[in-house]
């Protein structure tokens, strides 16, 4: 073998030179399945709780805040290859400027599309909220309750609704008679009112002001579904205006639909 074929043929113990840029689509991908995680993992977790148990998840919400701290802390991280990296290799400032641009609006645009597009939140718990009314809600046991109920007591006072020693849901305070169609689901609280023929419904109602309300309302059978209640601006009798937050709501049988404040 001659001289100049030896030179010629590659050198196997040669070290393989990446990009310089390799690491910038790398931290570009972690950065695009951080945002399809922060948008999809909380999702997921709370369709699955409240399809479980009809609850709230406290690990979506820890996974929102962390996957939201590891997405704010991503852009800085891009910024520093950005403006200290970048300026080594490439020559030229309007070069540099375009790519800078280029990234920019790719990150910018890909927070945006999933902002504008993503189903906010609570409709995945008010999906999975569905499956578990049609899985443990016994409706027609609730229908045929309030046909004994008087609609003197529909005060639309909350009745809350505790355990006893053995876990056990009961009325808060006991003495409230409630059957065990609507205890056996849960909620936290029991709401009797009327409808706008003046007969009696019950709405069971979920969560809280920090995870928002959610619920069951359950009348006669005939009982028109009200539309969904868009937020609103309203004025208190002594001329205070507050933000009414609306209501999304689903039927879910003849005269009961499931409903989620708006948030």
């Given amino acids: 073998m001659s001289r100049n074929d030896t030179e010629a043929m590659p050198r196997r113990d040669a070290k393989t030179r990446w990009p310089w840029y390799i690491w910038d689509i790398v931290l570009f991908g972690v950065y695009v399945v951080l945002c399809v995680s ?28 962390g996957l939201g701290l590891l997405l704010f802390i991503g852009p800085w991280i891009l910024a520093l290859r950005l403006f200290i990296a970048w300026p080594r290799h490439i020559r ?3 070069r540099l400027l375009l790519r800078w641009a280029v990234v920019i609006v790719g990150v910018v645009s890909l927070l945006a599309l999933f902002y504008e597009f993503w189903p906010a939140g609570y409709q995945f718990r008010l999906w999975g909220f569905r499956r578990y009314v049609q899985r ?18 529909c005060d639309e006072e909350r009745i809350a609704v505790g355990t006893d020693v053995h876990g056990v849901p009961i009325p808060l ?16 609280y029991v709401q009797l009112s009327l409808d706008e023929t003046h007969r009696p419904m019950v709405r069971l109602e979920w969560g809280s002001g920090l995870e928002g309300t959610w619920g069951l309302t359950v009348g006669r059978r005939d009982m028109p579904i009200p539309k969904t209640q868009l937020p609103t601006r309203q004025t208190r009798p ?26």
Wanted: proline letters at 8%; a negative charge; hydrophobic letters at 40%.
């Fill in 38 to 65: 922060f948008f999809c993992v909380p999702s997921a977790l709370e369709y699955l709780q409240a399809r479980r148990d009809g609850s709230s998840s406290w690990d979506a919400i820890g996974a929102f805040m």
């Fill in 92 to 94: 030229g400032f309007r």
């Fill in 136 to 153: 443990q809600a016994d409706i027609p046991a609730m229908q045929t309750w309030l046909d004994t109920v008087d609609p003197n007591v």
């Fill in 173 to 188: 305070p006991s003495e409230v008679d409630l059957p065990s169609s609507v205890l056996d689901l849960k909620p936290r």
């Fill in 238 to 263: 002594g001329g205070q205006v507050f933000r009414n937050r609306g209501e999304d709501r689903l039927p879910i049988a003849d005269g009961a639909y499931i409903w989620h404040d708006r948030e």
